[in-house]
């Protein structure tokens, strides 16, 4: 039996596993809300653990490690950034979004949201925020494709074509059979599965290289600099890091776990499972890449996969100290991190497509079983288009989230706060915000850089937008500064 069979075979049940979650989920699933939002019927342990899981990503577990490994310590300020961004998100929108989409026509996607909160007849913020949505979640989507392929291409040696298929089909199928409930009964999973291999990982690298004094004199062997926070590093580009923490306020698949928890009851609790799930992870993340830079030192014969691609350092450090039947647990831990995250974008996309299109402009009075098997056919169709992007085995994992995070922090973010925050904003303050935030990340990306994230600009042009715009235009409606007015009065209330 060679090393990979363990890995192979806990693979499989891992996968079969969550399969079988998600037929469990088909069993519940009677109309959309319940295809795309689970009905509302998130505890707050299940909204904790699914919304930190449909977070982190592939990202979490090659693209962060990699990234400490290359340069030290001073990469850790996009965890810091991160860490602030979803506390804050958790804290002033969570609870609000909650209550506001209730209150607007019982919204189930963020473009339903906006449309019943600006009563936006003309139905622009539904096509424009819904086009948003398809075209970076389909990059986000490519993101986790590659990080799932080069899973399956490092450990089974398979050729990545091969392995973009494999890494794809089981969150294809657990996401296409049993929609939102599959995806936050897997996140859970999932999340729990991620925390063990990134607090466990860390310890067996460090008693590997030594203990913590004989790891710590080894990295400042390497280089006396891995420890500098600050090595190499410019205003400029400290904030950019931190800015990561910006996006959070716009992520559609993040947002929905909010959207979904059974009441605002459940929020306070949710939040504090969640950020200590997230500082963890990150944590432990940090800790990989920076004590597997001691590792390689001491052992440099066997640096060659990571030499080559610094984003194998957790897959090579697994496979290096772990038997092969715990290597094959903590490796599905990262597919756990594709799988969780590229579902719910997956769903979120299909539910943009379903609700936001189909229903809307084709067929009206749609029944809800064919809308649910639009939504299943909608999942399929993003991930085919999402495995083409991914074709390149060129691609790097940090370089496509990056992207697709900037957009939807800028093209969301500041709408998503505001409308929660300021009952004068108007569906052209709202309209203006998105087109001037999505336009921002894309011309600062590809045009002018400056080495700054094009989240930051992104975010401030767009909030300048919304206020300008809102001010200039007609005012509020009575009924929609009623309904602001209820919401906010039943989220103070609880």
């Known amino acids: 039996m060679t090393a990979s069979t363990p890995m192979l075979v806990t693979f499989v049940v891992y996968i079969a596993a969550m399969v079988l979650i998600g037929l469990i989920a088909y069993l519940r699933t009677k109309n959309l809300s319940d295809y795309i939002l689970g009905g509302r019927s998130l505890g707050s342990f299940v909204t904790a653990l699914s919304a ?4 982190m990503s592939g990202w979490l577990l090659m693209g962060l490690p990699g990234a400490i490994f290359v340069a030290g310590l001073s990469e850790s300020w996009i965890a810091i950034g991160l860490i602030a961004g979803a506390y804050l998100n958790w804290l002033f929108v ?3 979004l909650r209550v506001q989409t209730e209150h607007n026509g019982n919204a189930l996607t963020l473009p339903d949201y906006f449309t019943n909160r600006f009563e936006d007849n003309s139905r622009l913020l539904r096509i424009f925020s819904a086009l948003v949505i ?3 979640f389909t990059i986000y989507c490519a993101s986790g494709v590659v990080a799932g392929a080069r899973l399956f291409e490092s450990t089974f040696g398979m050729s990545y074509g091969t392995a ?9 199928a657990y996401t296409f059979i049993g929609g939102f409930l599959a995806v936050s009964w897997t996140d859970t999973v999932q999340a729990t599965l991620m925390i063990f291999a990134l607090i466990l990982t860390p310890i067996v690298v460090m008693i590997a290289s030594g203990g913590v004094e004989p790891t710590f004199i080894a990295i400042e062997m390497q280089d006396a600099t891995n420890f500098d926070m600050l090595k190499g590093a410019t205003f400029v580009g400290v904030i950019s890091l931190l800015a990561w923490g910006l996006g959070y306020f716009g992520q559609p698949h993040i947002l929905a776990r909010f959207m979904a928890a059974d009441s605002v009851k459940s929020i306070p609790a949710a939040r504090r499972i969640s950020m200590t799930w997230m500082i963890l992870c990150l944590g432990g993340a940090v800790a990989v890449g920076f004590f597997g830079i001691a590792y390689f030192s001491a052992n440099p014969d066997l640096a060659g996969p990571v030499s080559e691609n610094p984003e194998r350092v957790f897959i090579e450090l697994v496979k290096l100290l772990f038997n092969p039947w715990i290597a094959g647990i903590l490796l599905s831990a990262i597919l756990a991190a594709v799988m969780s995250t590229l579902s719910c974008q997956l769903l979120v996309c299909s539910s943009a497509l379903t609700e936001d299109f189909y229903k809307a402009f084709l067929r009206k ?8 098997w639009v939504g299943r056919a909608m999942v399929l169709l993003v991930a085919l288009i999402a495995i083409a992007l991914a074709a ?5 994992v940090l370089g496509l989230v990056s992207y697709a995070w900037a957009g939807f922090g800028a093209a969301f973010g500041p709408v998503v706060i505001l409308s929660l925050v300021w009952k004068g904003m108007t569906r052209n303050g709202a309209l203006a915000g998105m087109l001037v935030g999505a336009a921002t990340v894309i011309v600062w990306k590809n045009w002018i850089g400056l080495g700054l994230y094009e989240i930051i600009p992104g975010f401030i042009l767009a909030t300048l937008a919304i206020v300008i715009f809102s001010r200039i235009g007609k ?4 009924s929609m500064l009623n309904r602001f007015d209820q919401a906010e009065s039943e989220y103070k209330s609880v």
């Open 52 to 55: 930190g899981a449909s977070d």
């Open 94 to 96: 969570a609870g609000r």
């Open 134 to 136: 398809l075209v970076f």
């Open 164 to 172: 973009l298929w494999a890494g794809a089909a089981a969150t294809i």
């Open 365 to 372: 009075g749609a029944s809800q079983t064919e809308l649910v």
């Open 392 to 396: 390149n085995p060129e691609n790097r």
């Open 475 to 478: 005012a509020p409606s009575q």
